[in-house]
């Protein structure tokens, strides 16, 4: 059984910067797209990143373009999301997710196994 598991969240300043990970387990980690999603109170959840199964293709929410980069790394079965220049708006809970298939995307419908989240909040 697939599980996912986040951490690096937190309380952070307005124009400060975090990397959240998630560790999988229980899968083939290479064989796997990774995304991250985040959900703020009162909102629906929305796409923030992904990364396809090579590592060499990715994709970004135009709100976090320039600011945040994910990343993969195969010997850890870990994936990253480092963001820098957070805004006060972004505070929400972050959570990885995995396609099973390898395919990176932006539809939270395309991920077939979802980790429980991580809090960031952002102060201004």
């Known amino acids: 059984q697939v599980q996912l598991v986040e951490s690096g969240g937190g309380l952070v300043q307005a124009g400060g910067s975090l990397r959240l990970s998630c560790a999988v387990s229980g899968g083939i980690f290479s064989t796997y797209a990774m995304g991250w999603f985040r959900q703020a109170p009162g909102k629906e959840r929305e796409f923030v990143a992904s990364?396809?199964?090579?590592?060499?293709?990715?994709l970004y929410a135009d709100s976090v373009k320039g600011r945040f980069t994910i990343s993969k790394d195969d010997s850890k079965n870990t994936v990253y999301v480092q963001m820098t220049s957070l805004k006060p708006e972004e505070t929400a809970v972050y959570s990885c997710a995995a396609n099973v298939q390898g395919i990176a995307t932006m539809d939270e419908d395309d991920y077939d196994v979802w980790g429980q989240g991580t809090q960031v909040t952002v102060s201004s």
């Open positions: 990364i396809d199964w090579t590592g060499g293709y990715t």
